[in-house]
């Protein structure tokens, strides 16, 4: 099973500078738990306590993951999961 | 130093302008490598508010997925901040996740003169760059 997993930059410092790692899992929260047991740390900068950190955008293919069931959306094999940093920022 | 065409530089100041009092936020994209300014992208700001922006979510993804596709990279990352000064607040740091961008920030405190200043952000450090104003010196021709 193979799912592929596009990584911004500023996360490749996990994966080797990969643009694009592969793992598996039947959903989300347990995708990244196999990428997390090959990239250590990965699964932290996307995951705290509540779930997916807020400022994190994750995609299955075209869609935006907290509109389907966030760490519980199911994946399969073929699909492509994106992460995008948000860009934000503020007055203070 | 960020190098960046007058017209870009304008269209930059004018969306600040027009969405003030809230802040306004885009993504001039160029060809990966190049560091050159080419492609004004101005964003939504999810927000809508005079003391945050946001991306939409959607809207970076296909905007992000385009560049990819086209062979671009965001050389500037832009905002405004409308009653503070035009320099990256702790947030803005916090957030910055594109390492290799120019982080330009306008500020319309002032009804007739924008201040407009660039930084590159790089692991939460700020350092404030020169900003070039000048014509591209090689490109399709004059606009």
Not at chain 2, 50 to 69: A, G, I, L, N
Not at chain 2, 85 to 98: F, G, H, L, N, W
Request: charged share 30%; proline share 6%.
């Amino acid at each position: 099973m193979a799912i592929e997993v596009r990584i911004p930059t500023i996360l490749r410092t996990y994966t080797g500078g990969a643009k694009s790692v592969e793992g598996s899992g039947a959903t989300l929260g347990d995708l990244l738990g196999d990428l997390d047991s090959r990239h250590s740390g990965l699964r932290e900068r996307l995951v705290d306590g509540s779930g997916l950190r807020r400022f994190v955008n994750v995609y299955l293919n075209d869609e935006d993951v907290r509109f389907l069931g966030g760490l519980e959306t199911p994946v399969k094999d073929g699909d492509t999961v994106t992460v995008l940093p948000a860009v934000a920022g503020g007055r203070r | 130093m960020l190098t960046i065409a007058p017209r870009l530089r304008a269209k930059i100041v004018a969306h600040a302008r027009a969405d003030h009092p809230d802040e306004a936020c885009g993504v001039i994209a160029g060809p990966a490598g190049s560091d050159r300014p080419e492609r004004f992208i101005p964003m939504l700001n999810a927000e809508r508010s005079p003391t945050f922006y946001r991306f939409d979510s959607m809207e970076q993804f296909r905007v992000w997925r385009e560049m990819d596709e086209r062979g671009e990279e965001p050389v500037v990352i832009y905002h405004s901040h409308t009653a503070t000064e035009a320099y990256p607040s702790r947030t803005d740091v916090s957030y910055a996740s594109e390492p290799g961008a120019h982080y330009v920030v306008v500020s319309t405190r002032d009804p007739d003169e924008a201040e407009f200043r660039s930084f590159r952000i790089v692991d939460g450090t700020t350092t404030e760059e020169e900003v070039r104003i000048a014509a591209e010196a090689a490109g399709p021709g004059p606009e």
